[in-house]
Protein backbone atom coordinates (compact mmCIF):
# COMPACT_ATOMS: atom_id res chain seq x y z
CA UNK A 1 0.00 0.00 0.00
CA UNK A 2 3.09 2.37 0.87
CA UNK A 3 4.63 1.59 -2.64
CA UNK A 4 1.29 2.42 -4.38
CA UNK A 5 0.42 5.65 -2.13
CA UNK A 6 3.69 7.06 -3.29
CA UNK A 7 3.40 5.90 -6.69
CA UNK A 8 0.53 8.08 -7.06
CA UNK A 9 2.13 10.71 -5.44
CA UNK A 10 4.87 10.68 -7.76
CA UNK A 11 2.62 10.42 -10.55
CA UNK A 12 0.64 13.74 -9.71
CA UNK A 13 4.10 15.95 -9.04
CA UNK A 14 5.44 14.98 -12.58
CA UNK A 15 1.49 15.75 -13.96
CA UNK A 16 1.68 19.01 -11.61
CA UNK A 17 5.00 19.80 -12.81
CA UNK A 18 4.31 18.87 -16.46
CA UNK A 19 1.36 21.14 -17.27
CA UNK A 20 2.42 23.52 -14.86
CA UNK A 21 1.92 27.13 -16.79
CA UNK A 22 3.90 30.01 -16.44
CA UNK A 23 2.38 33.49 -14.79
CA UNK A 24 3.82 35.99 -17.59
CA UNK A 25 2.80 38.93 -14.66
CA UNK A 26 5.16 37.19 -11.76
CA UNK A 27 8.01 37.10 -14.63
CA UNK A 28 7.83 40.33 -15.59
CA UNK A 29 7.67 41.31 -11.61
CA UNK A 30 10.71 39.73 -11.37
CA UNK A 31 12.54 40.66 -14.12
CA UNK A 32 11.41 44.35 -13.29
CA UNK A 33 12.57 43.63 -9.65
CA UNK A 34 16.29 42.35 -10.45
CA UNK A 35 17.12 45.35 -13.02
CA UNK A 36 15.78 48.12 -10.68
CA UNK A 37 17.77 46.01 -7.39
CA UNK A 38 20.98 46.03 -9.89
CA UNK A 39 20.76 49.27 -11.66
CA UNK A 40 23.15 52.57 -9.71
CA UNK A 41 20.31 54.19 -6.94
CA UNK A 42 19.98 57.71 -6.44
CA UNK A 43 22.92 59.47 -5.19
CA UNK A 44 23.16 60.35 -1.34
CA UNK A 45 26.53 61.72 0.77
CA UNK A 46 27.51 59.67 3.33
CA UNK A 47 25.32 57.92 5.89
CA UNK A 48 22.02 60.21 4.62
CA UNK A 49 20.61 57.60 2.64
CA UNK A 50 16.77 57.57 4.27
CA UNK A 51 16.44 53.94 3.48
CA UNK A 52 18.41 50.81 4.22
CA UNK A 53 19.04 48.48 1.49
CA UNK A 54 16.32 46.25 2.72
CA UNK A 55 13.20 48.89 2.79
CA UNK A 56 14.68 49.85 -0.71
CA UNK A 57 14.63 46.01 -1.96
CA UNK A 58 10.67 45.79 -0.54
CA UNK A 59 9.94 48.75 -2.17
CA UNK A 60 11.24 47.79 -5.10
CA UNK A 61 9.43 44.78 -5.40
CA UNK A 62 6.43 46.72 -4.83
CA UNK A 63 6.87 49.28 -7.70
CA UNK A 64 8.14 46.10 -9.56
CA UNK A 65 4.64 43.87 -9.04
CA UNK A 66 2.56 47.42 -9.91
CA UNK A 67 4.63 47.79 -13.48
CA UNK A 68 3.64 44.36 -14.07
CA UNK A 69 0.11 44.01 -12.86
CA UNK A 70 -0.81 46.95 -14.51
CA UNK A 71 0.76 46.52 -18.36
CA UNK A 72 -1.19 42.98 -18.48
CA UNK A 73 -4.15 44.66 -17.74
CA UNK A 74 -3.95 48.03 -18.76
CA UNK A 75 -6.54 48.75 -22.20
CA UNK A 76 -5.54 50.22 -25.63
CA UNK A 77 -1.69 49.74 -25.76
CA UNK A 78 -1.16 48.18 -29.61
CA UNK A 79 2.10 46.10 -28.56
CA UNK A 80 2.87 43.48 -26.38
CA UNK A 81 2.21 44.30 -22.94
CA UNK A 82 5.70 43.53 -21.37
CA UNK A 83 6.82 46.59 -24.11
CA UNK A 84 4.52 48.71 -22.30
CA UNK A 85 6.05 47.40 -18.68
CA UNK A 86 9.22 48.71 -19.59
CA UNK A 87 8.51 51.82 -21.04
CA UNK A 88 6.79 52.77 -18.22
CA UNK A 89 9.80 51.39 -16.23
CA UNK A 90 12.38 53.27 -18.07
CA UNK A 91 10.02 56.13 -17.99
CA UNK A 92 9.28 56.25 -14.32
CA UNK A 93 13.14 55.29 -13.25
CA UNK A 94 14.32 58.00 -15.27
CA UNK A 95 11.95 60.73 -14.13
CA UNK A 96 12.25 59.63 -10.32
CA UNK A 97 16.34 60.08 -10.13
CA UNK A 98 16.43 56.44 -9.81
CA UNK A 99 13.36 55.70 -7.97
CA UNK A 100 13.94 57.75 -5.24
CA UNK A 101 12.01 57.91 -1.88
CA UNK A 102 11.79 61.42 -1.94
CA UNK A 103 10.53 61.63 -5.18
CA UNK A 104 8.13 58.71 -4.11
CA UNK A 105 6.48 60.04 -0.93
CA UNK A 106 6.31 63.84 -2.48
CA UNK A 107 8.76 65.69 -0.67
CA UNK A 108 10.88 66.35 -3.95
CA UNK A 109 8.54 67.88 -6.78
CA UNK A 110 9.66 69.20 -9.97
CA UNK A 111 8.71 71.69 -12.05
CA UNK A 112 8.58 74.34 -9.09
CA UNK A 113 6.45 71.44 -6.89
CA UNK A 114 3.96 70.74 -10.30
CA UNK A 115 4.97 67.34 -10.78
CA UNK A 116 4.28 64.71 -8.64
CA UNK A 117 4.62 60.69 -8.21
CA UNK A 118 7.02 58.29 -9.71
CA UNK A 119 5.95 59.28 -13.36
CA UNK A 120 6.83 63.40 -12.43
CA UNK A 121 2.98 64.58 -13.85
CA UNK A 122 2.21 68.03 -14.13
CA UNK A 123 -0.61 68.72 -12.09
CA UNK A 124 -1.34 64.92 -11.49
CA UNK A 125 -2.99 65.51 -7.64
CA UNK A 126 -2.88 64.51 -4.25
CA UNK A 127 -3.81 61.21 -5.13
CA UNK A 128 -0.88 60.00 -6.88
CA UNK A 129 1.33 61.28 -3.89
CA UNK A 130 2.94 58.61 -1.54
CA UNK A 131 4.75 54.94 -1.05
CA UNK A 132 1.67 53.17 -0.20
CA UNK A 133 0.49 50.15 -3.00
CA UNK A 134 -2.93 52.31 -3.88
CA UNK A 135 -0.66 55.64 -4.72
CA UNK A 136 1.60 54.43 -6.32
CA UNK A 137 -0.89 51.84 -8.60
CA UNK A 138 -2.77 55.58 -9.29
CA UNK A 139 0.69 56.93 -10.40
CA UNK A 140 1.84 53.79 -12.72
CA UNK A 141 -1.84 53.64 -14.17
CA UNK A 142 -1.81 57.65 -14.80
CA UNK A 143 1.92 57.25 -16.28
CA UNK A 144 0.81 54.32 -18.96
CA UNK A 145 -2.06 56.09 -19.53
CA UNK A 146 -0.34 59.14 -20.84
CA UNK A 147 2.37 56.47 -22.63
CA UNK A 148 -0.87 55.06 -24.34
CA UNK A 149 -2.07 58.51 -25.06
CA UNK A 150 1.27 59.13 -26.88
CA UNK A 151 1.90 55.93 -28.52
CA UNK A 152 -1.92 56.47 -30.29
CA UNK A 153 -0.54 59.98 -31.47
CA UNK A 154 2.91 59.81 -32.57
CA UNK A 155 3.42 56.04 -33.87
CA UNK A 156 -0.73 54.48 -34.25
CA UNK A 157 -0.23 50.90 -36.00
CA UNK A 158 3.62 50.94 -36.01
CA UNK A 159 5.71 47.89 -34.88
CA UNK A 160 7.39 47.86 -31.69
CA UNK A 161 10.98 49.48 -32.65
CA UNK A 162 13.64 51.42 -30.94
CA UNK A 163 12.59 54.95 -32.86
CA UNK A 164 9.13 54.37 -32.44
CA UNK A 165 9.68 54.16 -28.39
CA UNK A 166 11.62 57.47 -28.84
CA UNK A 167 8.75 59.03 -30.58
CA UNK A 168 6.31 57.62 -27.81
CA UNK A 169 9.04 59.18 -25.01
CA UNK A 170 9.59 62.92 -26.87
CA UNK A 171 5.65 62.66 -27.33
CA UNK A 172 5.32 62.40 -23.51
CA UNK A 173 8.27 64.15 -22.52
CA UNK A 174 7.22 67.43 -24.34
CA UNK A 175 4.00 66.94 -24.50
CA UNK A 176 4.03 68.01 -28.71
CA UNK A 177 6.89 66.77 -30.53
CA UNK A 178 7.08 63.46 -31.94
CA UNK A 179 10.19 63.38 -33.06
CA UNK A 180 12.86 61.20 -31.65
CA UNK A 181 15.75 63.95 -32.18
CA UNK A 182 14.86 66.39 -29.20
CA UNK A 183 17.76 66.74 -27.09
CA UNK A 184 18.73 69.30 -24.11
CA UNK A 185 22.90 70.80 -23.75
CA UNK A 186 24.85 68.68 -21.02
CA UNK A 187 25.44 71.28 -18.68
CA UNK A 188 28.12 70.60 -15.32
CA UNK A 189 26.94 71.05 -11.70
CA UNK A 190 27.24 75.25 -12.41
CA UNK A 191 25.28 75.18 -14.85
CA UNK A 192 27.40 75.83 -17.99
CA UNK A 193 26.92 74.25 -20.87
CA UNK A 194 29.39 71.30 -21.27
CA UNK A 195 31.42 71.51 -24.66
CA UNK A 196 32.68 68.26 -26.52
CA UNK A 197 36.27 67.80 -27.96
CA UNK A 198 35.45 70.20 -31.00
CA UNK A 199 34.38 72.88 -28.98
CA UNK A 200 30.38 72.35 -29.78
CA UNK A 201 27.82 71.88 -26.89
CA UNK A 202 26.93 68.45 -25.75
CA UNK A 203 23.84 67.54 -26.78
CA UNK A 204 21.71 64.74 -25.10
CA UNK A 205 19.39 62.87 -27.07
CA UNK A 206 17.13 61.87 -24.05
CA UNK A 207 14.05 60.49 -26.20
CA UNK A 208 16.98 57.69 -27.97
CA UNK A 209 18.25 57.48 -24.71
CA UNK A 210 15.35 56.31 -22.96
CA UNK A 211 14.15 53.87 -25.90
CA UNK A 212 17.43 52.78 -26.05
CA UNK A 213 17.46 51.84 -22.65
CA UNK A 214 13.90 50.11 -23.55
CA UNK A 215 15.27 48.30 -26.39
CA UNK A 216 17.92 46.55 -24.11
CA UNK A 217 15.58 45.53 -21.62
CA UNK A 218 12.38 44.10 -23.20
CA UNK A 219 15.53 41.76 -25.32
CA UNK A 220 16.09 40.74 -21.72
CA UNK A 221 19.54 42.08 -21.71
CA UNK A 222 21.12 44.80 -18.81
CA UNK A 223 21.53 48.43 -19.45
CA UNK A 224 24.49 49.08 -17.09
CA UNK A 225 26.10 51.63 -18.57
CA UNK A 226 24.66 54.85 -17.30
CA UNK A 227 25.46 59.02 -18.49
CA UNK A 228 24.75 62.55 -17.10
CA UNK A 229 21.03 63.18 -16.23
CA UNK A 230 20.17 59.55 -16.05
CA UNK A 231 20.50 59.03 -19.47
CA UNK A 232 21.86 55.88 -21.00
CA UNK A 233 24.23 56.40 -23.96
Known amino acids: MRFIAASLAAIALMLTTRFCVADPV ?48 HPGWQWDATDLGWAAFVKTWNESARFKIEVHNGKMRGDHGKSV ?34 QIRCVDGYAPGFIAMADIFSGYGTGRSCKSSVFFYRKDSKGNIVLDKHGQPTKIFWAKDRARMWLLLRRGEHPMQLGENNAMY
Open 26 to 73: EDLTNAIANVANKLPGPYYVKEKNPETLEERALRMKMISSILAEESFT
Open 117 to 150: CLGQIMNGGEELVGVDEASTRRCISRVMDILIQH
